[in-house]
């Protein structure tokens, strides 16, 4: 579901919708279990690891900087 965002805006500011898949939070963390490999979940824990987390909300939007 789109959750009422305009596809058109998206496509005015110059992102591929075709390469672009929207979802609410629970369905990104179930997608993100279901496709991160072994060799992904090793780079994310090594020391000196650098990665940021988006949450683009309604009304907030809330960012955590991890540095591992």
């Not at 390469?19 to 991160?36: D, G, H, K, T, Y």
């Not at 994310?44 to 987390?53: A, D, K, N």
């Given at each position: 579901?789109?959750?009422?965002?305009?596809?058109?805006?998206?496509?005015q500011?110059?992102?591929?919708?075709?390469?672009?898949?929207?979802?609410?939070?629970?369905?990104?963390?179930?997608?993100?279990?279901?496709?991160?490999?072994?060799e992904?979940?090793?780079?994310?824990?090594?020391?000196?690891?650098?990665?940021?987390?988006?949450?683009?909300?309604?009304?907030?939007?809330?960012?955590?900087?991890?540095?591992?």
């Amino acid at each position: 579901p789109n959750q009422g965002i305009d596809i058109k805006y998206i496509a005015q500011a110059g992102i591929d919708t075709k390469r672009l898949r929207l979802a609410l939070e629970p369905e990104a963390a179930s997608l993100w279990c279901q496709i991160v490999t072994s060799e992904a979940q090793l780079a994310l824990t090594e020391e000196g690891t650098r990665y940021m987390v988006i949450d683009i909300g309604g009304k907030v939007s809330t960012y955590t900087v991890t540095i591992v």
